[in-house]
């Protein structure tokens, strides 16, 4: 099976055979067209050797999944684009009659929690945008957050200003910066470890005093929560593939339909 997560920015592929996770890649959606060449491509095919099912999620612009479904129908044949759904197994949807709204790869990286764990969890993804996600150990989604991502937040700073046009440092300290690219860079990325440490801060209320956990999931998740970590120590755990345990659960299914 080839599992696809055609994100904002970029899009991880994912194949796997009898089970076993046997190829994958993070391309950049720019990059798409010139990177899912004939080679490329025809590693996969040597891995299969037949026709694979493709099924996939897509937060991203029409085009790049456009170009996905052209180059993989003589491999997949037609993929299967999955989107939310107000309920699948036991998880229910926390945006109710509007759960076609909630973003898919959020969906099926719960979803793909709730193949590892069925305890209380503040599900924390960031990629291009920062979402936080309370679970509660019954399946029902309670809600959550999105924050623009390390990357939209430069991008904001960079066209809303006339003179901010540095690129973010890798470096990030709790100090006062002493020139303008180390003040994105460390305002950046403390507006994002702060909208952590308030999502945590009212878990404990929103999941009625009940332990729950914390899941790292996304490019930029252990960066941020390592920093609010060398001041409030607490457990978490760093997830990669939710969304791809979210897809396979959800073939799955299809597959006994």
Partial sequence: MLLIDNGNTRTKFALYIDNQLKFEDKIVNDELE???DAYWLQQLQELVGETIQGVGC????KHSRGLIDQRFKHFTGEIKWLTSQRRQNDL??????DFARLGADRWFAMLGYR???????????????????????SG?????????GRRLMQESLHSGTANLKERLSEQCF??????????????????LVGAI??????APRIFEQQRFNVVVTGGDGERLIQSLNNKQPLLYQ????????????????LSMV
């Avoid at 440490?197 to 009212?202: D, N, S, T």
């Fill in 197 to 202: 440490a308030q999502a945590l801060e009212v």
């Fill in 174 to 191: 709790p100090e006062p910066a002493t020139n303008t690219q180390q003040g994105m860079s460390f305002g950046v990325h403390y507006a």
């Fill in 92 to 97: 229910v949807n926390g945006y109710a009659d």
């Fill in 34 to 36: 010139k990177r899912l």
């Fill in 58 to 61: 897509s937060v991203g612009e």
């Fill in 115 to 137: 193949g590892v764990s069925c305890q209380n969890a503040v599900i924390i993804d960031a990629g291009t945008a920062l979402t936080i996600d309370w679970l509660h150990h």
């Fill in 238 to 253: 760093r997830i990669d593939d939710l969304v791809f345990k979210g897809l396979a659960a959800a073939a799955d299914n």
């Fill in 140 to 148: 029902q989604h309670l809600g959550g957050w999105i924050v623009p």
